[in-house]
Nanobody, 124 residues
């Protein structure tokens, strides 16, 4: 059974950092483009960042550029999202998802498989 499992969410103060992990089971991640998405209460799900199969191409939403980085360790079957300088507006459920093609804009409807999400709360 194909599964993506996110971890690393939690409560953090403004200006703090978190690293999210996306681990795959039942399949190997290295065939797939992986994206991170988030959904805040009352808002639509949006793309945060995507990374190509080999990790050589990445893209980021304007709202997180310069603060978030994405990386992958195919040997560990895991993709990471390092989030720095977190702000209250980053509060959301964060999801990882897999696609069989790379998009420059990391679209929600381009993904084939989804994890169940991990909650990130940024609050003092």
């Amino acid at each position: 059974q194909l599964q993506l499992v996110e971890s690393g969410g939690g409560l953090v103060q403004p200006g703090g950092s978190l690293r999210l992990s996306c681990a795959a089971s039942g399949f190997t991640l290295d065939y797939y483009v992986i994206g991170w998405f988030r959904q805040a209460p009352g808002k639509e799900r949006e793309g945060v960042s995507c990374i190509s199969r080999g990790g050589g191409r990445t893209n980021f939403a304007d709202s997180v550029k310069g603060r978030f980085t994405i990386s992958r360790d195919n040997a560990k079957n895991t993709v990471y999202l390092q989030m720095n300088s977190l702000q209250p507006e980053d509060t959301a459920v964060y999801y990882c998802a897999a696609s069989d093609r790379y998009y420059s804009s990391c679209p929600v409807d381009g993904m084939l498989y989804w994890g169940k999400g991990t909650l990130v709360t940024v609050s003092s």
